[in-house]
């Protein structure tokens, strides 16, 4: 019998903490396992700050942190905990590949700027349902990529917008949608909806979630978190990002003015 | 859908034309790792892209860098905008090097 070595991947943890109700509530992945109290203090110094604050474990206190990297994110009355298990994946790579810590960093930076969120079920199923549709298809592999985008440039040319956004929307579902034939299963949908002013692209799959912290390959290798220019490219070129993953799949909500 | 047409000589020159994704990225690996066999230079023609994403640009990083370190030049030219745009937000030329860029 041939056994194959399991690789835990490096994970992504969120959670959301109430400061009015002193609740917490986990958005994905499983929390830590990190005294709340501890959290709660944290997170209190963030919002006081007003700004985003990371720790790593080279801070003194790390143990009581219970993550590997760990940002406490204050939005409005709330503040979002987003944390990294690394699980033995090397944190930096010191060459061109972009690293565990970048990734949190840029994550908590696009986070903070309101460019991104992570939804919950009950937020996924309002910010999916805003709108109305006007194209949706199957994505089924490779070969589907090209097709994705043919359909979203005919639909943003029937719109009449401008060739920018065109290409610059066309270039974010593209990425989407190769995160989800590589991470995600390998197949899923895009659908398109128009919100008010903004056409929203939503990308979903049945994989295992969590899927875009991902690693390729093993530690100590030339190891590539997933996660990495493609979503670079998704956030630096849209005005809101929303995110939903969990054991049944993968849900990226992308949003533009068009 | 990407095609490829090399050049050969002392420096080769691939020409590209078309979409660079994650459908034919191995395409590209194909042809860029063929024509790299016993060579020290090779040009990248990028003039009939049209469309490339962080997969083709990854590889692409990857190339550029592996075969620098093992001596060998990867020069890229005549980039159309659509694909400059992909690089500057990768900050392409930062990682590779301006050298890798034979029309500045």
């Not at chain 1, 990734?103 to 805003?130: K, P």
């Not at chain 2, 034309?17 to 230079?41: K, N, P, Y």
Request: aromatic residues 6%; charged residues 25%.
């Amino acid at each position: 019998m041939v056994t194959q070595a399991t690789k835990i991947p490096a994970t992504l943890q969120v959670m959301r903490y109430d400061a009015r109700r002193g609740t917490f509530k986990v958005i994905v992945g499983d929390p830590a396992n990190v005294p709340r109290e501890i959290l709660a203090q944290r997170a209190a110094e963030a919002m006081r700050a007003r700004s985003f604050i990371c720790h790593t474990t080279d801070d003194q206190d790390d143990a009581l942190l219970g993550a590997d990297e760990i940002c406490f994110i204050p939005t409005a009355d709330r503040c979002e905990i987003v944390s990294i298990h690394t699980n033995g994946w090397r944190r930096h790579h010191g060459d061109h590949r972009r690293s565990l810590v970048e990734i949190l960093n840029d994550l908590a930076a696009a986070v903070a700027r309101g460019t991104l969120s992570f939804l919950d079920d009950e937020e996924l199923a309002t910010v999916t349902a805003e709108g109305r549709e006007i194209f949706a298809c199957t994505i089924d592999g490779s070969a589907s990529l090209a097709q994705a985008r043919a359909a979203v440039a005919r639909v943003l040319n029937d719109l009449d917008v401008d060739s920018d956004a065109r290409r610059r929307l066309e270039l974010c579902v593209s990425e989407a949608t190769t995160n989800m034939v590589v991470h995600g299963g390998g197949e899923g949908t895009m659908r398109l909806r128009l919100v008010d002013d903004r056409l929203r692209a939503i990308v979903a799959d049945r994989g295992p979630g969590l899927n875009f912290l991902n690693w390729t390959e093993e530690a100590g290798g030339a190891g590539q978190p997933s996660m990495g220019y493609g979503y670079k490219i998704i956030l630096d070129n849209l005005e809101r990002v929303y995110l939903h993953t969990g054991a049944e799949g993968t849900t990226l909500v992308l949003d533009r003015t068009i | 859908m990407l095609h490829t047409r090399v050049e050969t000589g002392d420096i080769p020159v691939i020409y590209l034309e078309g979409e660079i994704d994650l459908d034919s990225v191995e395409t590209f690996r194909w042809v860029v790792s063929d024509a790299m066999r016993g060579v020290s230079q090779v040009v990248v023609d990028f003039t009939g892209v049209t469309f490339i994403d962080s997969s083709g640009t990854g590889l692409l990083v990857r190339f550029c860098l592996d075969y620098k370190a093992q001596g060998v030049q990867l020069q890229l030219r005549n980039i159309p905008p659509v694909v400059d745009d992909v690089f500057t937000m990768l900050k392409v030329r930062t990682l590779v090097g301006d050298e890798a860029f034979l029309d500045g």
